[in-house]
């Protein structure tokens, strides 16, 4: 099962980094899948910022930069695997 926890505002291609808008909680070692158009990644969270601090959770509103596996796209939707 899948629910809808945020939305892609921005990748740094150089760094594999997504900024993510959150719409829901997100923890260090969820299971998250990140779709669009042309996207498809599953992936677990392994690291997390928030101006460049490192953090373990985040929660509605916040807007974190997420270390991911493959490109991405702004406006691609995450979702928390469960």
Same mark, same amino acid.
């Not at 998250?32 to 042309?38: K, L």
């Given at each position: 099962?899948?629910?809808?926890?945020?939305?892609?505002?921005?990748?740094?291609?150089?760094?594999?980094?997504?900024?993510?808008?959150?719409?829901?909680?997100? &923890?260090?070692?969820? %299971?998250?899948?990140? /779709? @669009?158009?042309?996207?498809? #990644?599953?992936?677990?969270?392994?690291?997390? $910022?928030?101006? &460049?601090?490192?953090? %373990?959770?985040?929660? /509605? @509103?916040?807007?974190?930069? #997420?270390?991911?596996?493959?490109?991405?796209? $702004?406006?691609?939707?995450?979702?928390?695997?469960?």
């Amino acid at each position: 099962m899948e629910k809808h926890i945020g939305t892609v505002t921005h990748y740094y291609s150089r760094l594999s980094v997504a900024v993510l808008n959150l719409t829901d909680e997100i &923890h260090q070692g969820d %299971e998250i899948r990140i /779709t @669009g158009r042309i996207t498809d #990644l599953v992936m677990h969270v392994d690291s997390m $910022e928030i101006d &460049h601090r490192k953090i %373990e959770s985040a929660g /509605t @509103g916040m807007e974190i930069a #997420l270390k991911v596996d493959a490109p991405v796209r $702004e406006g691609d939707k995450l979702y928390k695997v469960t």
